[in-house]
């Protein structure tokens, strides 16, 4: 487990995977299925197939911590002379040219980061962690919102709801692929400031809605927060809280290049009424995806 882990800059931990889908020569063998050019052509196909069934298609790629923080992960990077450009960049180019509606959070995340406050409630990653942290989900909740608002056919939500604060700590996933042990103290659990939703009529936590119009597809960059400690304060529940609507999805960890859609293929009825599916997956999976990029016919549920 540890060779699945790179030590960073100043405590700072890095997920190995995240980081070789970023430094990859090119020249490696992909396992069957993935690489941008299967990922490209599996996201025009559903997009396709939702089309001719009235559904738009919204593809957010998250950024790994190390597109984000690649002076966290070595020195070089913290000067000027040196610099990492995440080849998801040119996957978001070549999907803009289909006509397929993407989200580019690579330039939004280093924006926020030059306007950063370095303490920990600022930061958009985890530092020993992969994945984002509670301020990282509002800031692409937010955009994602944005983008929503400008497509057409898309309708208005109606439903309040409010932030309540919550505060916690949280064990990194990379600190556990370390299994050190449990009185290793070099990596305390990072505090959290997380924002739970709820709805202001009745003080109820966020909760999904089948027949919502917005079906989300995600994996754990979705979970976190959400239906895992402190609840409805992920990715889904702040979109809610944007849209003023509930969501419905489906949520697989590590599993968003193509398990989401063979279950969505598998309960074509939660396709019914929906107007948009928003489609979130971390980047490193276009070159490590689980069963890679597979063409998976989804029916239509009318």
Not at 3 to 16: N, P, S
Not at 172 to 185: A, Y
Not at 203 to 230: A, W
Request: glycine share 6%.
């Amino acid at each position: 487990p540890v060779t699945k882990v790179v030590l960073g800059r100043d405590g700072w931990l890095f997920y190995k995977p995240g980081v070789d889908y970023l430094i990859a020569s090119g020249n490696e063998p992909l396992e069957a299925n993935n690489g941008p050019n299967k990922a490209i052509h599996a996201i025009i196909e559903f997009r396709d197939q939702l089309q001719r069934q009235g559904i738009q298609l919204l593809v957010v790629p998250v950024p790994g911590k190390a597109s984000v923080y690649p002076d966290r992960l070595t020195y070089r990077a913290a000067r000027t002379e040196w610099s990492l450009r995440s080849p998801t960049l040119s996957v978001i180019d070549k999907l803009r040219e289909n006509d397929v509606e993407t989200i580019d959070l690579f330039a939004v995340f280093q924006n926020a980061r030059e306007t950063d406050d370095p303490n920990a409630d600022k930061r958009i990653y985890l530092a020993q962690d992969t994945h984002w942290s509670p301020h990282g989900v509002r800031i692409a909740a937010k955009i994602i919102a944005n983008r929503i608002d400008r497509l057409n056919g898309i309708p208005t939500g109606n439903v309040e709801y409010q932030h309540k604060a919550v505060e916690g700590r949280r064990q990194g996933d990379i600190v556990q692929m370390m299994q050190l042990p449990v009185h290793q103290s070099n990596y305390p659990a990072e505090p959290l400031r997380c924002k739970q939703v709820i709805q202001s009529t009745d003080s109820l936590l966020y909760q999904d809605e089948p027949h919502s119009p917005v079906l989300l597809l995600g994996d754990s960059f979705s979970r976190i927060y959400q239906t895992d400690e402190p609840h409805s304060a992920g990715l889904i529940a702040q979109l809610a809280y944007e849209l003023k609507m509930p969501l419905s999805s489906i949520v697989n960890d590590g599993g968003s290049s193509t398990l989401v859609r063979q279950q969505l293929a598998r309960q074509p009825e939660l396709l019914k009424g929906k107007k948009l599916v928003i489609w979130q997956f971390i980047e490193r999976d276009i070159r490590f995806g689980t069963e890679g990029w597979q063409v998976i016919p989804v029916s239509s549920a009318n």
